[in-house]
Nanobody, 125 residues
Framework: QLQLVESGGGLVQPGGSLRLSCEAS?????????IGWFRQAPGKEREGVSC????????NYADSVKGRFTISNDNAKSTVYLQMNSLRPEDTAVYHC?????????????????WGQGTQVTVSS
């Protein structure tokens, strides 16, 4: 069973930064796989934020975070990071990472097989 554990959330002022981490354990996903970050705000559906292919590091971003968020991975540590800069109140949500055994990455919730419990990000003054 693959386990994903997120960390790094917290309270930050508008314009601030946070770095989220997603550590995978349990078994090796393999290079034909992808990790995605998703978020869910109260009363809203879960939405895709960013994803990265383990094979070549290819990435994808939601329009709402392009230019502000950066996803990266450290395969040796089985960890994926989400660097979030210029945070806005509308970025407030529970952020989840997820994994899928596909060679491409998607931002669709339905495509992902494994999910972490999430970490809370609150952007407020």
């Amino acid at each position: 069973q693959l386990q994903l554990v997120e960390s790094g959330g917290g309270l930050v002022q508008p314009g601030g930064s946070l770095r989220l981490s997603c550590e995978a354990s349990g078994f090796t996903l393999g290079y034909n796989s992808a990790i995605g970050w998703f978020r869910q705000a109260p009363g809203k559906e879960r939405e895709g934020v960013s994803c990265i292919r383990r094979s070549d590091g290819g990435t994808n971003y939601a329009d709402s975070v392009k230019g502000r968020f950066t996803i990266s991975n450290d395969n040796a540590k089985s960890t994926v990071y989400l660097q979030m800069n210029s945070l806005r109140p509308e970025d407030t949500a529970v952020y989840h990472c997820a994994a899928v055994r596909l060679y491409y990455c998607t931002l669709y919730v339905k495509d992902y097989e494994y999910w972490g419990q999430g970490t809370q990000v609150t952007v407020s003054s």
